[in-house]
């Protein structure tokens, strides 16, 4: 079995359908909330959810590259990039899933 991926519009969907709340202004909302995730990691700051995860920056070091083909190699220099940690209560939905473990073990 596949796992399947799906888009904002459908979770925009299913929360419209979920709360009774106008698709249009759940795509406001989501848009607005990855908008602030967004411009908050970009200022540098983190965001905390509690019982969903956190939104971080993290560093990675200055290294060296290599193009093994061209035998080159390039510096990369120290950059972040924004990461995701899921909460221990999300980690233990997923690991408790029967769907998930399904998918795994067919």
Known sequence: MKTKQVTKAEV???VADKTG????DVQATVEAFFKVVKDSMAD???IYVRG???FVNKKRAKK?????SKN??????????PSFKPS??????IKNSKKIQELTHS
Not at 21 to 24: G, R, Y
Not at 72 to 81: C, K, L, R
Not at 88 to 93: D, S
């Open 12 to 14: 925009i969907s299913e």
């Open 88 to 93: 221990k209560t999300f980690i233990q939905k």
């Open 44 to 46: 540098g700051n983190n």
């Open 72 to 81: 080159t190699s390039i510096i990369i220099d120290e950059h972040f990039i």
């Open 21 to 24: 709340i106008d698709k249009a």
């Open 52 to 54: 969903f995860g956190s």
């Open 64 to 68: 060296v590259a290599r193009n093994i």
